[in-house]
């Protein structure tokens, strides 16, 4: 009964793609707490406080029956006020709120063009829509426009929708944001724009990439809130009207138990601290500055410029050798494969936190150049 799950493992084994739950161990160069908010006392007293005064660590039931908790309310309203926007949605996963956008917005008669590069939770949604759907090539812009142009002429008379990573998750590259609002705008269409990996750490104040675009109808953002800000959830910002249509037509927003009320609390802080303290934004960019100079000097890659550093080995199972050296010398690194990243793209991925100082980065470093050199087949 069970042989045919068995061969598809084997099958991954042999691939060197066969994966595993492992603890935490070592120094941080895997998680996504960019800004080291996650076992701040700042952040753990603000949920006790939220605790000892009555707020439940469950909601009890989905948002529309008993699950809305003032905590959410209070939360969806601050975080509106700090993004500029007019609504904002907390879904208890940035996997649920993209399944819940791309399932529900986008009508049977429009058009989703999205990024090549895009998240698996964007994908999942996008397969769930009623719209057409098309992958263009990785930050191309002229392709996006391409795709608008020819659905146009084949006789698309609904909405484009433009659907893109402001950073990526696994290249550590920005999207043309400007060229793709403009060209949103030009062809009287939808912006959406993952924020996952940039709230937080870019834009003013940290309000993300999308930041500049504040005031637009036509761009919806979704803030992530277990990265930088170092709690769980995402924020879905969109116009008042679309939030209306979510609560009412979203299933994953309407069959869901409410997010934890604690969390909600605990997210209001994180975004509090992010305005407070620029100062970690601020050490965060010298530490990744510093990561690309090694890379650069030591090992003649090119940096990223973000906190999302790929180092692309290409083989399945070298990457896998090379990141159990890195990992038997004390750091959390890991092999990222296929299909999460594309076929012959196997990589480290360096992700740079405040968890981390430069001495670390520079031992690292050293043992990354040792390790590449000794598994150089």
């Given at each position: 009964?069970l042989?045919?799950?068995?061969?598809t493992?084997?099958g991954?084994?042999?691939?060197?793609r066969?994966?595993?739950?492992?603890?935490?161990?070592?120094?941080?160069?895997?998680?996504?707490?960019?800004?080291?908010?996650?076992?701040?006392?700042?952040?753990?007293?603000?949920?006790?406080?939220?605790?000892?005064?009555g707020?439940?660590?469950?909601?009890?039931?989905s948002?529309?029956?008993?699950?809305?908790?003032?905590?959410?309310e209070?939360?969806?309203?601050?975080?509106?006020?700090?993004?500029?926007?007019?609504?904002?949605?907390?879904?208890?996963?940035?996997?649920?709120?993209?399944?819940?956008?791309f399932s529900?917005?986008?009508?049977?008669?429009?058009?989703?063009?999205?990024?090549?590069?895009?998240h698996?939770s964007?994908?999942?949604?996008?397969?769930?829509s009623?719209a057409?759907?098309?992958?263009?090539?990785?930050?191309?812009?002229?392709?996006f426009?391409?795709?608008?142009?020819?659905?146009?002429?084949?006789g698309?008379?609904?909405r484009?929708?433009?659907?893109?990573?402001?950073?990526?998750?696994?290249?550590?590259?920005?999207?043309?944001?400007?060229?793709?609002?403009?060209?949103?705008d030009?062809?009287?269409?939808?912006?959406?724009?993952?924020?996952?990996?940039?709230?937080?750490?870019?834009?003013a104040?940290?309000r993300?990439?999308?930041?500049?675009l504040?005031g637009?109808?036509?761009?919806?953002?979704?803030?992530?809130?277990?990265?930088?800000l170092?709690?769980?959830?995402?924020?879905?910002?969109?116009?008042?009207?679309?939030?209306?249509?979510?609560?009412?037509?979203?299933?994953?927003?309407?069959?869901?138990?409410?997010?934890s009320?604690l969390?909600?609390?605990?997210?209001?802080?994180?975004?509090?601290?992010?305005?407070?303290?620029?100062?970690r934004?601020?050490?965060?960019?010298?530490?990744?500055?510093?990561?690309?100079?090694?890379?650069?000097?030591?090992?003649?890659?090119?940096?990223?410029?973000?906190?999302?550093?790929?180092?692309?080995?290409?083989?399945?199972?070298?990457?896998?050798?090379?990141?159990?050296?890195?990992q038997?010398?004390?750091f959390?690194?890991?092999?990222?494969?296929?299909?999460?990243?594309?076929?012959?793209?196997?990589?480290?991925?360096?992700s740079?936190t405040?968890?981390?100082?430069?001495?670390?980065?520079a031992?690292m470093?050293?043992?990354?150049?040792?390790?590449?050199?000794?598994?150089?087949?």
């Amino acid at each position: 009964m069970l042989s045919d799950y068995a061969a598809t493992l084997e099958g991954l084994r042999r691939k060197a793609r066969l994966r595993s739950l492992v603890p935490q161990h070592g120094i941080d160069f895997t998680s996504n707490d960019f800004l080291a908010l996650a076992g701040t006392p700042r952040l753990k007293a603000a949920i006790m406080a939220a605790m000892e005064s009555g707020v439940p660590a469950g909601a009890g039931g989905s948002r529309l029956l008993r699950g809305n908790h003032p905590e959410h309310e209070a939360l969806e309203a601050e975080a509106a006020e700090f993004f500029g926007v007019e609504r904002v949605l907390y879904f208890g996963s940035g996997y649920a709120a993209n399944s819940a956008l791309f399932s529900t917005l986008p009508r049977h008669q429009d058009l989703i063009v999205h990024d090549a590069l895009i998240h698996a939770s964007a994908r999942e949604g996008i397969a769930a829509s009623k719209a057409t759907a098309v992958s263009v090539g990785h930050n191309d812009a002229n392709a996006f426009d391409e795709a608008i142009r020819n659905w146009r002429g084949n006789g698309g008379r609904g909405r484009p929708w433009i659907a893109i990573e402001s950073l990526y998750s696994m290249d550590g590259d920005r999207a043309p944001l400007a060229a793709l609002a403009d060209m949103a705008d030009h062809h009287q269409g939808f912006l959406v724009v993952d924020e996952a990996h940039a709230t937080g750490v870019f834009g003013a104040g940290g309000r993300g990439l999308t930041a500049v675009l504040e005031g637009r109808d036509n761009v919806l953002a979704l803030h992530t809130c277990g990265k930088a800000l170092g709690v769980c959830g995402a924020l879905l910002a969109v116009p008042r009207l679309l939030g209306d249509y979510l609560v009412n037509r979203a299933r994953a927003f309407i069959y869901s138990t409410a997010p934890s009320p604690l969390m909600a609390a605990g997210v209001r802080e994180a975004l509090r601290m992010v305005d407070d303290e620029p100062e970690r934004r601020d050490a965060l960019e010298r530490l990744v500055a510093f990561v690309g100079d090694g890379l650069k000097s030591r090992l003649g890659m090119e940096p990223s410029g973000s906190q999302i550093q790929p180092v692309v080995i290409g083989d399945n199972a070298r990457a896998v050798r090379i990141a159990e050296t890195l990992q038997a010398e004390g750091f959390d690194i890991r092999a990222i494969r296929p299909p999460t990243v594309p076929e012959g793209t196997a990589r480290l991925r360096l992700s740079i936190t405040l968890n981390v100082i430069p001495q670390q980065v520079a031992s690292m470093l050293d043992c990354l150049s040792a390790a590449m050199e000794d598994h150089r087949r």
